[in-house]
């Protein structure tokens, strides 16, 4: 019987070393400290993982570094998007035969498909494997919106479990709870403090990149111990690292971050380009305020 999937879980970054390739070596140092730290899952070639800016053999090397390391831990939940369904199959057998629990999908970027042709895509997908797929809605990257009468359809397809929900819309959380009931389990995307509050079972974050500890204490205060005000009052304490990553910046940003808080991890690949000095000083006033160097890797 499949574990359900719940928490906060990490959509992570992908370290490069100074010459911009990719370092394994500290994948490792990072995927096993966000478990040591608390996180409940994670996800890797997420839109923070640089997905789009790896070659394919990066993109496997990537993907077995986090479930080997992992080892069972949490779960690791692979980003296995494409704009062929043919390929989104591919990845998506790929991410299961290498032990991965779960894939999180986007859908097709570039086609604007119709919500015929989305259905058809999820279920194809999820026909062609027998891990559970998370939906991926974010219209700012993806030119499609799936709203909440579509993804009751999607959630009507047998393995299309879960919905990382990425709009500001926070009503998005409870018009899928009530439209597919038990069958999506919704995280929220862009909010999770706001999200857990509409009944959503988790966060797929950016800013636990650099906090997983108190991110996913936002969540356990909230859906364990129904303490919402000191959610409240932790997220509201967070809330300016969390606004720091949920922008433009979120792959630079966050890799600054990790940077000045002694976990050097790389600069984004182009087009991505590293901050500019007054956001990176930013970013490290954030760490000395936060105590984030306390992470610093041994």
Avoid at 223 to 251: C, K, Q, S, T
């Amino acid at each position: 019987m499949r574990k359900a999937f719940r928490g906060v879980f990490t959509v992570m970054i992908t370290p490069f070393d100074a010459q911009g390739e990719l370092d394994l070596t500290a994948l490792a140092a990072f995927t096993d400290w966000q478990i040591r730290e608390g996180i409940h899952g994670l996800i890797p070639l997420g839109s923070t993982g640089e997905f789009l800016s790896l070659a394919e053999e990066e993109r496997v090397a990537v993907a077995r570094t986090v479930i080997e390391t992992a080892a069972g831990r949490v779960p690791v939940l692979v980003g296995t998007g494409a704009e062929d369904t043919r390929e989104a199959v591919r990845l998506t057998r790929q991410a299961q035969e290498m032990g991965a629990d779960g894939a999180m999908i986007i859908p097709p970027f570039y086609s604007t498909p119709t919500d015929e042709e989305l259905v058809h895509h999820y279920r194809t997908i999820a026909a062609a494997v027998t891990i559970p797929i998370m939906v991926y809605n974010n219209p700012a990257t993806a030119n499609v919106d799936l709203k909440p009468d579509l993804v009751a359809r999607i959630a009507g397809i047998e393995g299309c479990d879960y919905i990382k929900e990425s709009t500001l819309e926070v009503t998005r959380v409870r018009d899928i709870i009530r439209k597919a009931g038990k069958d999506m389990t919704v995280f929220g995307g862009i909010l999770g403090f706001e999200s857990f509050v509409e009944g959503a079972q988790g966060w797929v974050a950016v800013a636990s990149n650099v906090a997983p500890g108190p991110m996913a204490r936002i969540f356990e205060l909230v859906a364990d111990e129904n303490r919402i005000a000191e959610a409240r009052e932790l997220y509201l304490e967070w809330l300016p690292l969390i606004e720091a990553v949920g922008g433009h910046f979120y792959v630079a940003g966050t890799k600054a971050l990790l940077h000045h808080m002694g976990r050097p991890v790389g600069a984004p690949r182009p087009p991505r380009l590293p901050l500019p000095d007054a956001d990176d000083a930013r970013m490290k006033a954030l760490v000395e305020q936060f105590g984030l160097a306390a992470a610093k890797a041994a």
